[in-house]
């Protein structure tokens, strides 16, 4: 009897270890990676827009004619402040897309304001302004790093819940497992720039 209970915990134990290491725990693994690198995607972002106003005052004390351009900046910075963000957002295209979106209408009115504070010899030597714009810049390296982090991560996640072995854990474990949403390129970046001599 000894003998037999013996051989049925060693049975259960190569069974576990085999089960360890035939990649069980890829998905949720995976599966927290996208989360960490979300989190780090939605910190950036929010440090970038927490520079928007700080950014604009010190424009707008230069550049006042230029109103158009600073609302803009102000409007954008609105609609990615008060985005409601769904906890479904990453496996729920239309939301991803909105948040995507309006973040790019943000660095594309953040571009204008940097372009038309070239026209302003004063602005760009003061010292509130050469800084907010250091930061900005870092923090768009920042974006672009997370992005990237959360692209691979979603990438390696995807991939596991699609391809074998992991599609049968899915099937038979992880059920609610679905399909991450990914940044894409815009439109606009698509197109060759027109260069013109």
Same mark, same amino acid.
């Given at each position: ?90 496996? !729920?295209?239309? *939301?991803?897309?909105? %948040?995507?979106?309006? =973040?790019?209408? $943000?660095?594309? +009115?953040?571009? #204008?304001?940097? @372009? ?5 010899? !004063?602005?760009? *030597?003061?010292?509130? %302004?050469?800084?907010? =714009?250091?930061? $900005?810049?870092? +923090?768009?390296? #920042?974006?672009? @790093? ?52």
């Amino acid at each position: 009897m000894t003998n037999l209970a013996n051989w049925k915990g060693g049975l259960a134990a190569l069974a576990l270890l085999s089960l360890s290491g035939c990649g069980i725990n890829n998905i949720p693994t995976y599966d927290e990676a996208v989360k960490g690198a979300w989190s780090q995607v939605l910190n950036q972002y929010q440090r970038r827009a927490d520079l928007v106003p700080n950014l604009v005052a010190v424009v707008k004390g230069y550049a006042a004619h230029e109103k158009d351009t600073l609302t803009a900046v102000t409007e954008a910075r609105a609609k990615v402040g008060q985005m409601q963000i769904p906890k479904d957002i990453l496996t !729920n295209p239309a *939301a991803f897309k909105t %948040f995507q979106t309006h =973040q790019g209408e $943000l660095s594309s +009115t953040l571009s #204008r304001l940097m @372009v038309v504070s070239e026209q302003y010899p !004063n602005l760009k *030597a003061d010292q509130n %302004f050469l800084s907010l =714009q250091s930061q $900005l810049e870092g +923090t768009e390296n #920042r974006i672009a @790093v997370a992005r990237k982090d959360y692209i691979e991560s979603v990438q390696r996640y995807n991939t596991e819940i699609r391809t074998f072995p992991g599609r049968i854990w899915r099937a038979i474990m992880y059920s609610d497992a679905e399909v991450k949403e990914n940044f894409t390129v815009a439109e606009s970046a698509k197109e060759a720039p027109k260069v013109k001599f």
